[in-house]
Protein backbone atom coordinates (compact mmCIF):
# COMPACT_ATOMS: atom_id res chain seq x y z
CA UNK A 1 0.00 0.00 0.00
CA UNK A 2 1.67 3.47 -1.12
CA UNK A 3 -0.02 6.80 0.37
CA UNK A 4 -1.64 8.72 -2.31
CA UNK A 5 1.16 11.67 -2.64
CA UNK A 6 3.31 8.82 -3.53
CA UNK A 7 1.93 8.03 -6.94
CA UNK A 8 4.56 8.40 -9.59
CA UNK A 9 4.20 11.70 -11.25
CA UNK A 10 0.99 13.24 -9.45
CA UNK A 11 0.95 16.75 -8.78
CA UNK A 12 -0.15 18.26 -5.43
CA UNK A 13 -3.16 20.17 -6.52
CA UNK A 14 -4.02 16.29 -7.79
CA UNK A 15 -3.32 14.75 -4.26
CA UNK A 16 -5.02 17.56 -2.39
CA UNK A 17 -8.35 16.72 -4.84
CA UNK A 18 -8.08 12.90 -3.95
CA UNK A 19 -8.01 13.73 -0.05
CA UNK A 20 -10.98 15.59 -0.55
CA UNK A 21 -12.70 12.17 -1.86
CA UNK A 22 -11.35 10.92 1.24
CA UNK A 23 -8.50 8.94 -0.69
CA UNK A 24 -4.99 8.96 1.03
CA UNK A 25 -3.64 5.57 -0.29
CA UNK A 26 -3.28 3.72 -4.09
CA UNK A 27 -5.60 1.25 -2.74
CA UNK A 28 -8.08 4.28 -1.58
CA UNK A 29 -7.94 5.01 -5.38
CA UNK A 30 -8.73 1.36 -6.64
CA UNK A 31 -11.47 0.99 -4.18
CA UNK A 32 -13.16 4.29 -5.34
CA UNK A 33 -12.58 2.67 -9.34
CA UNK A 34 -14.78 -0.24 -8.34
CA UNK A 35 -15.25 -2.83 -10.68
CA UNK A 36 -16.50 -1.48 -13.47
CA UNK A 37 -13.28 0.61 -14.73
CA UNK A 38 -14.93 2.83 -17.15
CA UNK A 39 -17.63 4.45 -15.35
CA UNK A 40 -15.43 4.26 -12.17
CA UNK A 41 -12.67 6.76 -13.59
CA UNK A 42 -15.55 9.20 -14.98
CA UNK A 43 -17.58 9.09 -11.55
CA UNK A 44 -14.39 9.83 -9.83
CA UNK A 45 -12.92 12.60 -12.40
CA UNK A 46 -16.10 14.41 -12.30
CA UNK A 47 -16.36 14.59 -8.46
CA UNK A 48 -12.07 15.35 -7.85
CA UNK A 49 -12.50 17.15 -10.91
CA UNK A 50 -9.49 15.55 -12.52
CA UNK A 51 -9.34 14.38 -16.61
CA UNK A 52 -9.97 10.79 -16.90
CA UNK A 53 -7.76 10.52 -18.98
CA UNK A 54 -4.90 11.57 -15.85
CA UNK A 55 -6.22 9.66 -13.25
CA UNK A 56 -5.49 6.30 -16.13
CA UNK A 57 -2.12 7.31 -16.26
CA UNK A 58 -1.53 7.57 -12.16
CA UNK A 59 -3.22 4.27 -11.80
CA UNK A 60 -0.74 2.48 -14.80
CA UNK A 61 1.96 4.40 -13.35
CA UNK A 62 1.59 2.56 -9.85
CA UNK A 63 0.87 -0.65 -11.55
CA UNK A 64 4.02 -0.50 -13.40
CA UNK A 65 5.59 0.49 -10.07
CA UNK A 66 3.98 -2.16 -8.18
CA UNK A 67 4.53 -4.98 -11.12
CA UNK A 68 8.01 -4.16 -11.32
CA UNK A 69 8.67 -5.07 -7.76
CA UNK A 70 7.31 -8.22 -8.17
CA UNK A 71 4.03 -7.29 -6.22
CA UNK A 72 0.86 -9.16 -6.56
CA UNK A 73 -1.59 -6.28 -5.90
CA UNK A 74 -4.58 -6.07 -7.86
CA UNK A 75 -3.47 -2.93 -10.49
CA UNK A 76 -0.48 -5.50 -11.46
CA UNK A 77 -2.55 -8.89 -11.86
CA UNK A 78 -5.29 -6.66 -13.98
CA UNK A 79 -3.11 -4.93 -16.31
CA UNK A 80 -5.08 -6.22 -19.14
CA UNK A 81 -8.08 -4.62 -17.87
CA UNK A 82 -6.37 -0.97 -17.74
CA UNK A 83 -5.36 -1.66 -21.25
CA UNK A 84 -8.40 -2.59 -22.51
CA UNK A 85 -10.06 0.69 -20.62
CA UNK A 86 -7.45 2.90 -22.23
CA UNK A 87 -8.83 1.93 -25.63
CA UNK A 88 -12.14 2.19 -24.91
CA UNK A 89 -11.62 5.64 -23.59
CA UNK A 90 -9.70 6.36 -26.89
CA UNK A 91 -12.32 5.53 -29.38
CA UNK A 92 -14.73 7.49 -27.36
CA UNK A 93 -12.61 10.28 -27.67
CA UNK A 94 -12.04 9.31 -31.34
CA UNK A 95 -16.15 9.41 -31.89
CA UNK A 96 -17.20 12.53 -29.86
CA UNK A 97 -14.40 14.14 -32.37
CA UNK A 98 -15.81 12.45 -35.01
CA UNK A 99 -19.43 13.80 -34.28
CA UNK A 100 -18.19 17.25 -33.39
CA UNK A 101 -16.14 18.02 -36.86
CA UNK A 102 -18.57 16.25 -38.93
CA UNK A 103 -16.33 13.26 -40.31
CA UNK A 104 -19.57 10.63 -38.69
CA UNK A 105 -21.51 12.32 -41.51
CA UNK A 106 -18.83 11.51 -43.87
CA UNK A 107 -18.19 8.47 -43.21
CA UNK A 108 -21.98 7.38 -43.08
CA UNK A 109 -22.83 8.10 -46.18
CA UNK A 110 -21.92 5.88 -48.27
CA UNK A 111 -24.19 3.63 -46.23
CA UNK A 112 -26.97 5.88 -45.42
CA UNK A 113 -26.31 5.44 -41.90
CA UNK A 114 -28.14 8.08 -39.82
CA UNK A 115 -29.62 9.82 -43.25
CA UNK A 116 -33.31 10.14 -42.70
CA UNK A 117 -35.42 8.60 -46.04
CA UNK A 118 -32.18 6.79 -47.09
CA UNK A 119 -32.05 2.65 -48.32
CA UNK A 120 -30.19 1.07 -50.13
CA UNK A 121 -31.78 -0.33 -53.26
CA UNK A 122 -31.50 -2.10 -56.39
CA UNK A 123 -31.85 0.12 -59.37
CA UNK A 124 -31.17 0.02 -63.17
CA UNK A 125 -28.65 1.10 -64.65
CA UNK A 126 -30.19 1.61 -67.63
CA UNK A 127 -33.36 1.90 -69.36
CA UNK A 128 -35.12 -1.39 -69.47
CA UNK A 129 -38.12 -2.07 -71.95
CA UNK A 130 -41.24 -3.89 -70.65
CA UNK A 131 -41.26 -7.38 -71.06
CA UNK A 132 -37.52 -7.71 -70.34
CA UNK A 133 -36.21 -10.60 -68.50
CA UNK A 134 -33.41 -9.17 -65.79
CA UNK A 135 -29.51 -9.68 -65.79
CA UNK A 136 -27.37 -8.75 -63.36
CA UNK A 137 -25.85 -6.50 -66.01
CA UNK A 138 -28.71 -4.31 -66.08
CA UNK A 139 -28.60 -3.69 -62.23
CA UNK A 140 -26.52 -2.22 -59.60
CA UNK A 141 -26.95 -0.96 -55.82
CA UNK A 142 -26.40 2.19 -53.59
CA UNK A 143 -28.15 4.47 -50.94
CA UNK A 144 -31.24 6.04 -52.59
CA UNK A 145 -34.12 7.43 -51.18
CA UNK A 146 -36.26 5.02 -49.38
CA UNK A 147 -39.02 3.94 -51.59
CA UNK A 148 -41.98 1.63 -50.84
CA UNK A 149 -41.51 -1.92 -52.00
CA UNK A 150 -37.87 -1.20 -53.55
CA UNK A 151 -35.88 -4.32 -53.55
CA UNK A 152 -32.44 -4.24 -52.04
CA UNK A 153 -30.82 -7.43 -53.07
CA UNK A 154 -29.77 -8.01 -57.17
CA UNK A 155 -29.63 -11.60 -56.55
CA UNK A 156 -33.60 -11.42 -56.01
CA UNK A 157 -34.00 -9.30 -59.08
CA UNK A 158 -32.32 -11.83 -61.55
CA UNK A 159 -34.26 -13.47 -63.80
CA UNK A 160 -37.92 -12.01 -63.33
CA UNK A 161 -39.31 -9.70 -65.96
CA UNK A 162 -40.38 -6.24 -66.03
CA UNK A 163 -43.71 -5.69 -66.16
CA UNK A 164 -43.70 -2.17 -67.40
CA UNK A 165 -40.61 -0.27 -68.83
CA UNK A 166 -38.27 1.31 -65.95
CA UNK A 167 -36.05 4.77 -66.57
CA UNK A 168 -32.47 4.21 -66.16
CA UNK A 169 -31.28 5.02 -62.45
CA UNK A 170 -34.99 3.75 -61.29
CA UNK A 171 -35.20 1.54 -58.10
CA UNK A 172 -36.89 -1.97 -58.78
CA UNK A 173 -40.04 -2.45 -57.57
CA UNK A 174 -41.30 -5.90 -56.75
CA UNK A 175 -44.98 -5.42 -57.65
CA UNK A 176 -43.32 -4.04 -61.24
CA UNK A 177 -41.42 -7.45 -61.60
CA UNK A 178 -42.99 -10.96 -62.55
CA UNK A 179 -41.94 -13.81 -60.40
CA UNK A 180 -38.58 -15.32 -61.35
CA UNK A 181 -38.37 -17.49 -64.38
CA UNK A 182 -37.27 -21.34 -64.00
CA UNK A 183 -33.71 -21.20 -64.87
CA UNK A 184 -34.00 -24.91 -65.23
CA UNK A 185 -36.55 -24.39 -68.28
CA UNK A 186 -33.91 -22.50 -70.46
CA UNK A 187 -34.75 -20.02 -72.27
CA UNK A 188 -37.71 -17.68 -72.41
CA UNK A 189 -39.90 -16.16 -75.31
CA UNK A 190 -42.49 -13.46 -75.02
CA UNK A 191 -45.74 -14.10 -77.33
CA UNK A 192 -48.81 -12.62 -77.33
CA UNK A 193 -51.96 -15.31 -76.81
CA UNK A 194 -55.54 -15.47 -77.45
CA UNK A 195 -56.65 -16.73 -74.79
CA UNK A 196 -60.48 -17.81 -73.25
CA UNK A 197 -62.32 -19.36 -69.96
CA UNK A 198 -63.39 -17.49 -67.00
CA UNK A 199 -60.46 -18.36 -65.59
CA UNK A 200 -58.96 -15.48 -67.18
CA UNK A 201 -60.61 -13.38 -64.62
CA UNK A 202 -58.49 -14.92 -61.82
CA UNK A 203 -54.73 -14.86 -63.24
CA UNK A 204 -52.87 -11.45 -62.84
CA UNK A 205 -49.53 -9.73 -64.52
CA UNK A 206 -46.41 -11.26 -63.01
CA UNK A 207 -48.13 -14.81 -61.25
CA UNK A 208 -47.53 -17.99 -63.12
CA UNK A 209 -49.87 -19.72 -65.13
CA UNK A 210 -50.87 -23.07 -67.02
CA UNK A 211 -52.77 -23.62 -69.93
CA UNK A 212 -54.24 -25.69 -72.29
CA UNK A 213 -54.67 -26.43 -75.99
CA UNK A 214 -58.17 -27.54 -76.67
CA UNK A 215 -58.97 -28.53 -79.84
CA UNK A 216 -62.34 -26.73 -81.60
CA UNK A 217 -63.22 -29.93 -83.12
CA UNK A 218 -63.89 -33.59 -82.54
CA UNK A 219 -61.40 -36.18 -83.65
CA UNK A 220 -58.53 -33.30 -83.67
CA UNK A 221 -55.11 -33.88 -81.88
CA UNK A 222 -52.75 -31.06 -80.94
CA UNK A 223 -50.81 -34.27 -79.23
CA UNK A 224 -49.99 -31.66 -76.23
CA UNK A 225 -51.82 -33.37 -73.43
CA UNK A 226 -49.73 -31.86 -71.19
CA UNK A 227 -50.56 -28.22 -69.83
CA UNK A 228 -47.84 -25.67 -70.77
CA UNK A 229 -46.40 -23.16 -68.51
CA UNK A 230 -45.33 -19.49 -68.63
CA UNK A 231 -45.79 -16.17 -66.63
CA UNK A 232 -48.21 -13.69 -67.50
CA UNK A 233 -46.72 -10.25 -68.24
CA UNK A 234 -49.71 -8.33 -69.09
CA UNK A 235 -53.79 -9.19 -69.14
CA UNK A 236 -56.71 -7.28 -69.43
CA UNK A 237 -59.28 -6.88 -66.80
CA UNK A 238 -62.58 -8.29 -66.60
CA UNK A 239 -62.79 -9.96 -70.01
CA UNK A 240 -63.79 -14.08 -70.78
CA UNK A 241 -61.74 -13.37 -73.36
CA UNK A 242 -59.04 -11.45 -74.89
CA UNK A 243 -55.11 -11.81 -75.46
CA UNK A 244 -52.84 -11.62 -73.27
CA UNK A 245 -48.96 -11.74 -73.16
CA UNK A 246 -46.74 -14.40 -71.94
CA UNK A 247 -43.01 -15.61 -71.38
CA UNK A 248 -42.64 -19.25 -71.89
CA UNK A 249 -39.62 -21.93 -71.90
CA UNK A 250 -39.25 -21.75 -75.95
CA UNK A 251 -38.85 -25.73 -76.21
CA UNK A 252 -42.56 -25.10 -75.68
CA UNK A 253 -43.23 -23.21 -79.01
CA UNK A 254 -43.49 -26.20 -81.02
CA UNK A 255 -46.67 -27.63 -79.58
CA UNK A 256 -47.83 -24.42 -79.22
CA UNK A 257 -47.11 -23.69 -83.13
CA UNK A 258 -48.04 -26.83 -84.35
CA UNK A 259 -51.96 -26.54 -82.63
CA UNK A 260 -52.74 -23.22 -81.78
CA UNK A 261 -54.61 -22.55 -85.61
CA UNK A 262 -57.16 -25.50 -84.52
CA UNK A 263 -57.20 -24.83 -80.68
CA UNK A 264 -58.19 -22.65 -78.32
CA UNK A 265 -55.99 -21.74 -75.76
CA UNK A 266 -57.65 -21.79 -72.25
CA UNK A 267 -56.38 -20.92 -69.14
CA UNK A 268 -55.86 -23.76 -66.84
CA UNK A 269 -54.53 -22.10 -63.46
Known amino acids: MAKIDTLPG ?18 DLWQAVGADYNQ ?25 RQGQS ?22 AGLFGYARSTGVMKWLAAPLGWGQPGQANQVYAVQALPAYHRIVAQDLAEGVRP ?5 MTDPAEALGRFTLQKVA ?4 LLADSLSVPANPQSG ?6 LPVTGQALALVSPGQPVSFILAPRQPGQDCHAA ?13 QDSAAIVVAMPSGQLPALRACLGFSDVVIAR
Open 168 to 171: SGSP
Open 40 to 64: GIKTLADKAKIKPERLLELLKAQAL
Open 187 to 192: EYVVIS
Open 70 to 91: HSVAWPARNWLELVLLALLLLV
Open 226 to 238: APLEGIILAAPVG
Open 10 to 27: ILPAETAALRAQAIYTDS
Open 146 to 150: AQSGA
